[in-house]
């Protein structure tokens, strides 16, 4: 049995023949005009490739700033309230009364009040830190030392890499032990291993049981560590130390009082300092925020000066999070500028493009080409030279990351949506200011395009 189709069933798909072929003949004819005039093509598209590299650029520099501020908090704890001591100004108005010894910050009895009258707290890590030198026969660090206690590495999220930190055996019996910051052996220890000898602070030995994991380079800057902290809160050395090293809160105690003394060129000066820092760890995230306030009000009944400073990880956090949308819409911003910018670029060119075509578009016209033959062409041009300038944009943009994070060490994040929305912005610029050439391209008269010389 034979089947016969009939004339009207083959008209689509003839339809549809024709105007894959005419499409394809378009594009062809359009790469071809670029082509001709490659060094113009160029120089049109570099607003686009400029525009969107800078858009996945930008994105994945701030993605990488953003995820590393936000690790750096999550690190903190976002269940925890972190309490540090701060030296009040001098009141100028009573210095005939100032004394040469000046008391201030946390004190064990508000660790007390605060874990015995506010319902939540769980656990509550004390620290002092003490700026000291520290050696190994000839070789010395200046240092942070920070006495705490055992549980410290499960609070701020910050373990041993090497040996174990000190127990709660150890802190109650005021041993002598020690975990040293990362770096620090390998000035210390440059030729033994570390891990079962001593080290030295001023007429103490503390034996090395461990050595912590590195911090990350924001982390030490921070105060995610002692240094930071002594600096905040006017210890001896009035700036942070590069190194850290761990004993117990009980042997800080002992070894070092509770008094810093300076000396200066005729100038003697003391503090006293009960704590230096304490880590609150509340039961639930969603009472971190009322705990908080709980606990401003209360050191705020018991001190007569603002001597301390309340920091929570988690409205930290909270802030990053906005900080970052806000970053993302002013990148945004700048990414549409400049895209904006290659898309009038673009324009103008195709405008002068057409004033020069004036003569091949009548030619068109007179022999059968519709208005919709010339709007199809100077677009597909127009769309051709901008997804041109969008692929380059996007393979420069993967690449500058790239580039940027191995030679100055800087993390950087290419998300998935950025160089599909840069790539998909420049297309619809090309669409965009692509039409109006188009159309007047189109709507000149073939008598008068054909008299232009």
């Known amino acids: ?27 062809q004819l359009g790469m071809k005009s670029l082509w001709m005039h490659r060094l113009r093509s160029l120089l049109t598209g570099l607003g686009i490739v400029f525009g969107v590299c800078s858009v996945i650029a930008m994105l994945a520099i701030g993605e990488g700033l ?47 009040h605060i874990r015995n009258t506010i319902p939540g707290v769980q656990i509550i890590v004390p620290s002092r830190i003490i700026r000291k030198d520290v050696w190994n026969l000839a070789n010395r660090i200046d240092c942070d030392i920070v006495g705490t206690v055992s549980w410290y590495p499960d609070m701020r999220n910050h373990h041993p890499s090497k040996g174990r930190f000190f127990t709660e055996e150890e802190v109650n019996a005021n041993e002598n032990v020690c975990v040293l910051g990362n770096g ?89 300092v009960e704590l230096h820092e304490a880590t609150i760890k509340v039961e639930n995230t969603e009472d971190v925020i009322e705990t908080w306030h709980i606990i401003s009000d209360l050191l705020s009944a ?36 400049s895209l904006l910018v290659g898309g009038i670029g673009i324009m103008n060119i195709m405008l002068a493009t057409v004033t020069e075509r004036t003569r091949e578009i009548g030619i068109r016209r007179a022999l059968g080409a519709k208005k919709r033959d010339i709007v199809l062409q100077f677009v597909i041009e127009t769309v051709l030279l901008s997804a041109t300038g969008g692929i380059i944009g996007v393979v420069l943009g993967l690449a500058i990351p790239i580039v940027i994070t191995y030679f100055a060490d800087l993390k950087t994040i290419v998300t998935l949506w950025s160089p599909l929305l840069a790539f998909s912005i420049s297309a619809f610029v090309g669409v965009v200011f692509g039409i109006y050439p188009a159309m007047r391209a189109a709507n000149m008269d073939p008598v008068e395009a054909l008299r232009h010389e």
């Not at 946390?106 to 007390?112: A, G, Q, R």
């Not at 461990?210 to 800057?221: A, H, K, N, V």
């Not at 400073?309 to 909270?318: N, S």
Request: charged share 20%; no cysteine; proline share 6%.
């Open 66 to 112: 953003s995820y590393e501020a936000q690790e750096q908090i999550r690190r903190l704890g976002s269940n925890n309230i972190i309490i540090r001591s701060v030296k009040p100004p001098d009141d100028r108005s009573t210095s005939a009364q100032r004394t040469w010894m000046v008391e201030y910050g946390l004190t064990y009895d508000d660790i007390s």
């Open 184 to 272: 620090m052996a390998d000035i210390l220890f440059p030729l033994d291993e570390p891990i079962g000898n001593s080290v030295r602070v001023d007429g103490d030995y503390y034996k090395v049981i461990g050595i912590m994991e590195p911090l990350s380079r924001q982390s030490t800057g921070n105060g995610n560590n002692g240094g930071n902290q002594t600096a905040q809160t006017g210890g001896p050395s009035g700036a942070g130390a590069p190194y850290q090293m761990y004993i117990p809160l009980t042997a800080a105690k002992t070894r070092f009082g509770e008094t810093l003394v300076q000396r200066g060129s005729g100038s003697f000066s003391a503090e006293r």
């Open 302 to 337: 018991n001190h007569k000066k603002t001597d301390y400073e309340i920091v929570v990880p988690l409205d930290l956090l909270r802030q990053a999070e906005r900080t970052k949308r806000i970053f993302n819409i002013v990148l945004g911003a700048i990414a549409g500028i």
């Open 1 to 27: 049995m034979s089947i016969t189709l009939k004339p009207s069933a083959l008209l689509p798909s003839f339809i549809t023949a024709v105007g894959v072929t005419r499409l394809k003949r378009t594009v």
